[in-house]
């Protein structure tokens, strides 16, 4: 890279826990001037910015929220292997002034790395709010490098805090001290292990700091220097950390100590504790009835504001933008070739097309979500439903984006970010399809009507909760074996509760609504394509196309849930989206596709109630639709868990239908 | 490690109990994210809510935290009298 003597580009590197504002500092310093991608080969979010002054154009950089520089989670890592093997040339820990002692415990960290540094003080008016008086002059001295008292969130003294990062790149600031000190046990084992350690040891990180790392246990920094070491040496190494393995405790203890120490000459409590109304409103929104009733109010506003709101819209402009375009390309393109209108009308706008008319929809569950991000909530709704989630292996935090996939499992795949742990955070996003949405309930509302009659609405709860058992079950197989071991603690920080930042509200809703239109304008497009040719080629029959044949061949596998060709073939097609498995029995029935009274009739004429239900049941279990396969692709990162999640579903789906069939055979309601 | 009497899980505490840490069992990640969090030994702890199953809230350090079940119950904490 070249570096332009008069715009220097310099590097700044947001640091700090998550609830600190962080996300706000960075929106205010880099506005619309960001780039949000993942880690390279994670799939945590990386945002990244641009921010200009006096010439000096500013790279800034959205760390992943941290409370230590260890290697607790995969967001620790990524935050700590870029402080110390990228070295940015400004690094600002931004803390939460009404936290100050838990928060100090990074800003240690960050000291004994040494690096070029700064301290934001933020959320200045909630610790006053909270009574606390923090003075920033005497943290600084305590410190030895620059504190900035901030209120991120209204803009106050930001352009104090571009001055004081412009100092610290100049090298103008006081230069950062060597840090707090390790108690004279902790430095002897330092002393023991730098003599045991060859100097001349090649990792990618200084001695010292990874020296003390190894001495807390830390998991990546004992892999890599057991990599590089001869075997005998690292036994040597290995055997003093055996005989001090509670170093860690000492060594955390001694930096709590010091932030302790800097709290106690920092602070000051002039009018002594009281209760806050966020307190005051913790009483019940995380009070064991009180919580679970508020929260299911805040989960039913949403609902309302999705369906009264979003709904309406999304139904307009499917038939003012999707309908109406699908039409008038139809008109257009009189005299071209069949497949060519219905690639454009039926493969492009009929699929992609139709997946961005929720995007109103979307908008409004990501800004709901995002408010409640921001306000502190999430962590008191994960508190309120823990105690259920935990009993199907999984945490709290996964019931929010789970209950959303109701109407549409794109979005509850997509709210799985919410969710901390990489282990929690897959498990989720590979159940969500099994959240019976509201696509598949229009097939279910139809099967059951036409075979069912009076009992429609026992058998639809009853395919409902068979959804949530085999759910349930999946979760449980899911955390228990496949991320055995890697299961998260359930240690998770209350936040204060603040005002919401609009800015950061809405960027947030519209970075997710980005990602939404992309993913449908590549992977959903991709998907619906490929879809539409099998379903078209060769003959441009559904019959006697790609998936035609692809159903006769599942015909013996359909004998064992009593369903012939033409059911598997609709089957397949609800692969494009659920209902479309009644558009497809309606062209295979030949019953066209607006009559539901004469498709409930045929249906009822070629199978059998056994056979009925074993229908609805494999739908409901089916593969995730093309839209969510891309999604959980995306969020995954990986082909091999989007695989695995078509592949157990698919077993799943089929076994669950055929053990219905030959059960309710026996039990007399086949033919 | 010999145990007092008065060393007991974190969450056998009732609500506006405070303890202070004595025993972090549990695995490396558990003990390491304890500490991060402020759970170092000797450090005051006060239960904020504890309805007997499910998560506890607990005050430590200025900071409110939400512990699961089972890891309230490998923090182990050495209970105040209340008279002193």
Redesign the interface.
Request: some cysteine; hydrophobic content about 40%; glycine content about 22%.
């Given at each position: 890279m070249t570096k332009d003597k008069h715009h220097k580009t310099t590097t700044v590197a947001l640091a700090g826990a998550p609830n600190t504002g962080k996300s706000t500092v960075f929106n205010a310093l880099t506005g619309l001037r960001q780039h949000v991608g993942n880690w390279p080969g994670k799939t945590v979010e990386k945002k990244s910015g641009i921010c200009r002054r006096n010439g000096r154009i500013f790279s800034v950089v959205d760390l992943p929220g941290s409370y230590s520089l260890g290697a607790n989670s995969t967001e620790e890592e990524i935050a700590r292997d870029f402080l110390a093997q990228e070295k940015p040339d400004v690094v600002v820990a931004i803390v939460d002034a009404s936290s100050l002692e838990r928060n100090l415990y990074l800003v240690c960290e960050l000291l004994q790395l040494g690096v070029p540094m700064l301290v934001a003080l933020n959320m200045m008016d909630v610790a006053q709010g909270s009574g606390l008086e923090v003075d920033a002059e005497a943290l600084e001295a305590i410190l030895g490098v620059p504190v900035v008292p901030l209120v991120a969130r209204n803009g106050q003294n930001l352009s104090r805090l571009l001055e004081t990062i412009e100092a610290v790149a100049e090298g103008t600031a006081q230069p950062p001290v060597s840090g707090p000190q390790l108690p004279p046990a902790m430095e002897q084992l330092v002393a023991k292990l730098d003599a045991a350690v060859p100097a001349d040891l090649d990792i990618p990180y200084p001695r010292r700091w990874a020296l003390v790392k190894l001495m807390e246990g830390d998991r990546s920094i004992r892999r890599s220097l057991k990599a590089s070491l001869p075997p005998d040496v690292w036994e040597g190494v290995k055997g003093v950390l055996d005989q001090h393995e509670q170093a860690v405790l000492e060594i955390a203890s001694s930096r709590y100590d010091w932030a302790a120490e800097a709290y106690r000459r920092a602070v000051s409590r002039p009018k002594g504790e009281h209760a806050s109304l966020g307190e005051r409103a913790d009483r019940l929104l995380t009070h064991p009835l009180g919580g679970l009733i508020a929260f299911a109010a805040m989960v039913f506003g949403i609902y309302w504001l999705m369906f009264n709101v979003g709904a309406p819209l999304q139904r307009w402009l499917q038939d003012n933008m999707v309908a109406r375009s699908a039409g008038g390309l139809e008109d257009a393109l009189r005299g071209w070739p069949d497949w060519s209108t219905s690639l454009l009308s039926n493969g492009i706008i009929g699929g992609a097309g139709l997946v961005l008319t929720f995007i109103p929809i979307l908008a409004i569950l990501f800004l709901a979500l995002a408010m409640l991000e921001d306000v502190g909530y999430m962590a008191r709704a994960a508190f309120v439903m823990d105690r259920f989630m935990h009993r199907i292996g999984l945490r709290g935090q996964s019931f929010l984006p789970l209950f959303l996939g109701w109407g549409c499992n794109v979005p509850a795949i997509m709210g799985s970010r919410i969710v901390e742990s990489r282990g929690a955070r897959l498990t989720t996003i590979l159940v969500a399809p099994l959240v019976p949405c509201a696509a598949r309930m229009v097939v279910v509302a139809l099967f059951t009507a036409a075979f069912f009659g009076g009992a429609a609405a026992l058998v639809s709860w009853s395919m409902v909760m068979l959804n949530l058992i085999v759910l349930a079950l999946a979760a449980l197989f899911i955390s228990r074996f496949l991320f055995r071991g890697r299961e998260s603690s359930f240690v998770m920080e209350l936040p204060r509760y603040h005002m919401p930042n609009i800015r950061t509200v809405l960027l947030t809703t519209w970075e997710r609504v980005k990602r939404f239109v992309v993913l449908a304008g590549t992977a959903i497009l991709a998907m619906s394509l490929v879809v539409w040719a099998f379903s078209t080629f060769p003959s441009g029959d559904i019959e006697d196309s790609i998936l035609g044949h692809i159903g006769r061949g599942l015909a013996p596998i359909g004998g064992l849930m009593g369903l012939d060709w033409r059911m598997m073939v609709a089957l397949l097609t609800s692969f494009v989206a659920k209902e479309q498995t009644i558009a497809t029995l309606g062209v295979i029935l030949g019953t066209g596709e607006g009559a539901n009274g004469a498709l409930k009739a045929e249906l009822t004429s070629i199978m059998a109630p056994a056979a009925a239900v074993a229908f609805i049941a494999l739908q409901m279990l089916f593969v995730p639709c093309a839209a969510s396969v891309a999604a959980i692709r995306q969020e995954t990162r990986s082909w091999r868990w989007t695989g695995f999640a078509v592949g157990y579903m698919l077993v799943t789906s089929f076994g669950v239908a055929i053990v219905i069939y030959q059960v309710a055979r026996l039990f007399g309601l086949g033919v | 490690m010999k145990r007092d009497d008065h060393v007991v899980p974190l969450g056998t505490l009732r609500p506006g109990e405070t303890g202070t840490i004595a025993e972090?069992s549990?695995?490396?990640?558990?003990?390491?994210?304890?500490?991060?969090?402020?759970c170092?030994?000797?450090?005051p702890v006060t239960v904020e809510?504890n309805?007997g199953?499910?998560?506890i809230?607990v005050k430590?350090?200025?900071?409110?935290?939400?512990?699961?079940?089972?890891?309230s119950m490998r923090l182990h904490v050495k209970k105040q009298d209340l008279k002193t």
């Open positions: - | 972090l549990g695995g490396r990640a558990f003990v390491a994210r304890c500490l991060a969090m402020g170092t030994p000797g450090t809510r309805a199953r499910g998560p809230i430590v350090r200025g900071t409110r935290l939400a512990l699961g079940r089972g890891e």
